[in-house]
């Protein structure tokens, strides 16, 4: 393996093919944590949608749920990309196409922050289930409204069980961000492939690039062990060490 | 014990007396195919009329014709008339991955001979010449490339002309906005959408995609040629006794005048899946690669220095 091409000259736009490499980075923590946004804030609403007893909600949420995980998210991709301008008013259309900067980059934010929600709100959902219904019935005892039921007794608790599984999804976002390249974000992976198409130094830009994956996921997965320490409640699981 | 002592002089035998001779006669592509009984041919999804899937998803083109005349050849070569032929899809980013590392064994889509693909792959002699325009709507009024300026344009990945068009912006400081598309058909419906105002191509590949449209005459190909592409059948390098088996059927098919036909069938009459004709007579530089069989490739920027 030979690394050298990095600092050759890239073929366009000035730089070497290194500063290639750290655009791709750039869009990929970019895309996946504006994705990340997303996902945790409707994937919270619509998790705890699903628990409560209002039906409408709880329908409403499950219909989300189910529509958004069963459909691939090459396909939400295109969605977003390229059917979403056809179908709202041409204005807001021709705006969308043209006008709106970074078309390619808030298509691959909402298409993977919406899909990666219907996951998010499955495991708030299991997350708040798994209280033991006798402390929401105690809580709602003590005269504590539903809203505050869930604000001072299920949340706190239901979040603090998912943190190893929302850990998991936080990594899978990053690592599905890179099907953002088939609508042209020239994220690490579409970085990785262009390089490889200019230098045919295929095996080491991909090498490159999947170091650079386990390093970001790496650092994700200790910052959340210790969000993990920090938050858990003595007594509780994931307390055994 | 004694049978696996017999085996192994069964095994030293077969290597002894099979082994060497079968190496010295056969060796490399020939030899796989050989061995496998299988000659796997790469062909492309929406290059047409060079490689594409017709309605029923069988791959078709002009590409894939000479791609069969090829494998007859080999079948003539090998003596194994049963040969299987087989059909392997590729992209334009995966072929030559897919040819080196041996999934494939020629590619027959709309590749571009270059310097630059010379040092990873073999190419057999030219059999079509093109080079790179840009399809527009018509509406839009851009009449050139010049009027590109400050506009967003559309290619597809790992293509020729992605690098003529880079490297033109560069020199006359057009300030492009790029935006990659994973192959032809997205590039152009970017173009349809309006998402990009122009999609640099090889110019046949437009008229392909252009006849292929909804409404045809909304889109107009436009510009001189930034590059000359020469299309040629991939196979991997350093193969000269494949090359050579290949090079033949080629320029077997350019002596014999077969040739025209199969450039008739796919450029000058009615062609699936639509029955469109997209009435492309033979170009000088095309008729001059039949008369004098060559595998020059062009340059890495197109017309302008780099």
Known sequence: MDFSFLSQPAFSGGGTYLDWVFVGIKWTVLVSLCAWVIAFTVGSVLGVLRTTPLRWANGLASAYVELFRNIPLLVHMFIWYFVMPEIVPSALGTWMKQGMPMPEFWSAVFALGFYTASRVAEQVRSGIQSIPKGQTNAALATGLTLPQTYRHVLLPMGYRIVIPPLTSEFLTIFKNSSVALTIGVLELTAQARTISEYTFRTFEIFTLATVVYVLITLLVTVAMQVVEKRLRVPGYIGTGK | ?306
């Open chain 2, 1 to 306: 014990m004694k049978y696996l002592a017999r085996c192994l002089v069964a095994l030293a035998a077969t290597a002894l007396f099979t082994g060497p001779a079968a190496a010295a006669e056969l060796t490399g592509t020939l030899k796989k195919i050989k061995d496998t009984g299988v000659i796997k041919i790469g062909h492309r999804d929406a290059s047409v009329p060079f490689s594409y899937l017709d309605d029923k998803q069988k791959p078709i083109g002009y590409g894939v014709d000479i791609c069969l005349k090829i494998a007859d050849k080999i079948k003539a070569e090998l003596k194994m008339p049963n040969l299987k032929v087989e059909f392997v899809p590729v992209t334009s980013q995966t072929r030559i991955p897919i040819l080196t590392g041996g999934n494939i064994d020629i590619e027959c889509g709309s590749t571009t001979n270059s310097v630059e693909r010379q040092k990873q792959v073999d190419f057999a002699p030219t059999y079509f010449v093109t080079g790179t325009k840009i399809i527009v709507k018509k509406s839009s009024g851009i009449k050139g490339y010049d009027d590109l300026k400050g506009k967003t344009v559309v290619f597809t990945q790992g293509t020729t002309n992605e690098r003529a068009m880079k490297a033109y912006n560069d020199a006359k400081k057009l300030d492009i906005k790029f935006i990659p598309s994973k192959d032809h058909a997205e590039s152009f419906l970017a173009v349809q959408t309006g998402r990009a105002a122009a999609f640099p191509m090889d110019d046949i590949l437009l008229y392909g995609l252009k006849a292929g449209a909804k409404n045809p005459d909304d889109f107009v190909v436009v510009g001189e040629f930034l590059s000359d592409d020469p299309y040629a059948i991939m196979m991997r390098r350093d193969d000269p006794a494949f090359k050579k088996v290949v090079d033949d059927a080629v320029k077997g098919i350019y002596k014999s005048g077969e040739i025209n036909k199969i450039y008739t069938k796919w450029f000058q009459s009615k062609i699936p899946p639509k029955g469109i004709n997209l009435n492309f007579p033979m170009s000088d530089g095309l008729k001059e690669a039949i008369k004098n069989p060559n595998n020059t490739g062009v340059g890495p920027c197109g017309k302008m220095k780099c």
